[in-house]
């Protein structure tokens, strides 16, 4: 084997090999290692919300300076209270969808990861065999091919290494978990607990039923009358920004002392019952639209990966084939490991697929408003 290559390979293996390699052996003695499932993330992924958190602690600070003895500033201040509420539930969902695809993306790049190591010592086989073929004068010695897959090889593996890393730091972010602690866990690629839906005007429904954001608004178009408008004023500023901006940037104290004025305008009373309504039918259309579209790539995505289990399942057998006929000396050398490489990308392929139908359910479920536990 020539100089040359010796060389070759050993930069090849100061690529592949991880920096943290070594981190690694000394944390595992320090940090057990946890295991993760899409239930478990969705659960602290929704109690580690930060724009839950924030919503719910201003709903918590309506009541401080209250006059209980107000029925009127106390109904205005609960009707805040209940529609806050529901908004709280919205922004739970989605800090969930975000954790779940950080942790179906992060599954998906660690199983390529290894199947991208395997590819190289596939390929480091065959430069063997190939610079062999090269010495001896012999045909089929493409060894300068092979070195640049090894070195296409060596780049996809710095993708993934920084992709896993990016994240890890993420998922640790949203379930407000140590980054150590995701770095050595193990993470469960299976669904999310429960029966997916089936049919499209059932997840319709169902959204139309769960969203907060809807929910939200289908609560103060129900209570818009004259004695609740000055509350209604600063609610509909948070449903649809540059709505009711007559309070919009007024302290709390203020909005408190304003909250038990009667409101006698009937034409400013008519106008913000027409402007709830329009933002409820806009929330309800929107809602539909998401839905139909999750609803489809989900549908797009489970038909993407029954094709890519049958190409694997093809490749497999091929590879099956060369193995036997390589053991009765019917196949040219080499042959096993171009089959295995070839099985390794559908392989890879595969994964991207599934890990494309984890995604499209968590964002019809997000779609749906059924993501965060109860």
């Known amino acids: 084997m020539s100089v040359v290559y010796t060389t070759f390979v ?23 290692s946890t295991n993760y499932s899409a239930d478990s993330v969705a659960a602290l992924a929704a109690a580690a919300s930060v724009p839950a958190a924030l919503l719910d602690s201003e709903r918590d600070a309506l009541g401080c300076e209250l006059q209980r003895d107000d029925a009127t500033q106390c109904a205005q201040v609960g009707l805040l209270q209940s529609v806050l509420k529901d908004l709280v539930a919205d922004r739970r969902d989605e800090s969930t969808a975000d954790a779940l695809a950080a942790f179906y993306r992060l599954i998906a790049l660690n199983e390529q990861r290894e199947l991208l190591v395997q590819s190289d010592q596939v390929l480091d086989t065959l ?48 379930i407000d978990r140590p980054v150590t602690e995701i770095q050595l866990a193990s993470l469960t690629p299976n669904s999310l607990s429960g029966e997916p839906i ?43 920004p540059g709505m009711g901006l007559a309070t919009s940037g007024t302290s709390k104290a203020f909005l408190l002392t304003k909250l038990s004025h009667r409101v006698d305008q009937s034409s400013e009373l008519g106008c913000r019952r027409r402007q709830c309504q329009a933002i409820r039918e806009q929330t309800s259309s929107s809602i539909s639209e998401q839905v139909s579209t999750a609803f489809a790539d989900r549908t797009e995505a489970q038909q993407r990966l029954a094709i890519a289990l049958q190409i694997e399942k093809i490749a497999g057998e091929a590879t099956k084939n060369r193995q036997v006929a390589e053991s009765i000396d019917q196949a040219s050398p080499g042959s096993q490991q171009t089959a295995t490489l070839a099985e390794l990308k559908r392989k890879a392929e595969r994964i991207e697929r599934e890990r494309d139908c984890f995604l499209a359910e968590v964002n019809l479920r997000r779609a749906m408003g059924t993501l965060a536990p109860e």
Do not use: H
């Open 198 to 240: 089936q049919e499209e005007a059932t997840a319709i429904q169902l959204a139309l039923a769960n969203r907060g954001d809807y929910l939200s608004t289908a609560t103060l178009c129900r209570c818009v009358n004259a004695d609740s408008l000055p509350a209604v004023k600063p609610l509909m500023s948070i449903l649809q």
């Open 10 to 32: 050993l930069i090849v293996a100061l690529v592949i090999q991880s920096p943290s390699d070594s981190n690694d052996a000394a944390n595992t003695a320090i940090i057990q």
């Open 127 to 174: 430069l063997g065999m190939a610079s062999r073929a090269e010495q001896l004068d012999l045909p089929d010695g493409n060894a300068r091919d092979l070195k640049q897959q090894r070195l296409d090889v060596a780049s996809q593996l710095i993708t993934v290494r920084f992709g896993i890393s990016k994240l890890q730091r993420r998922l640790a972010q949203l």
